[in-house]
């Protein structure tokens, strides 16, 4: 039986385990074996995994099972950056560092995109430009992240 303490601290990190690896409820839960109202009460402590649950997540993050309970994790102490479902074969997406590199991308590119408006509408802005070549740089160190990720398929 678990207690009080055991069963926030958990609640609390299995949170943080699914923002991490970027996966929504249904995601996650497919990864545990489980579905997305078991992940959602787990997750505000209305009910508490099973000890093969806490072992499942121990074995996908690298944490113990018995830090999982005994204290709030940071996202740096997950030791497994990167997931792979084992109930489905998704290729390439199964990787949630990969899909949160996409994001960033996509987001960078936006960033890229509202700049060359503004310099569109001040062309003799340098300003603009400077900063329009650093987010390419973070566009590159990006996408050669998502390239180092396919070594490891």
Partial sequence: ???????????????TIRHYYGLSQVEFSELIGSNKQKVYNYE?????????????????????????????????EIVNKS????????GVTESPTLLRLFAEIKAQNIVILKQQAAIAAN??????LIVIANTNKEVEQLTEE???????F
């Fill in 1 to 15: 039986m678990l207690s009080s303490i055991e069963i926030k601290n958990l609640s609390k990190n299995l949170a």
């Fill in 44 to 76: 505000k402590g209305i009910t508490t995994p099973k000890y093969d649950v806490i072992n499942k997540l121990s074995e996908l993050t690298g944490v113990p099972s018995a830090k999982l309970l005994k204290k709030v994790i940071k996202p740096n």
């Fill in 83 to 90: 997931v792979k479902s084992s109930t489905k074969s998704k």
């Fill in 123 to 128: 062309p003799n802005s340098k300003k603009y």
């Fill in 146 to 152: 998502i390239l180092n990720q396919f070594t490891h």
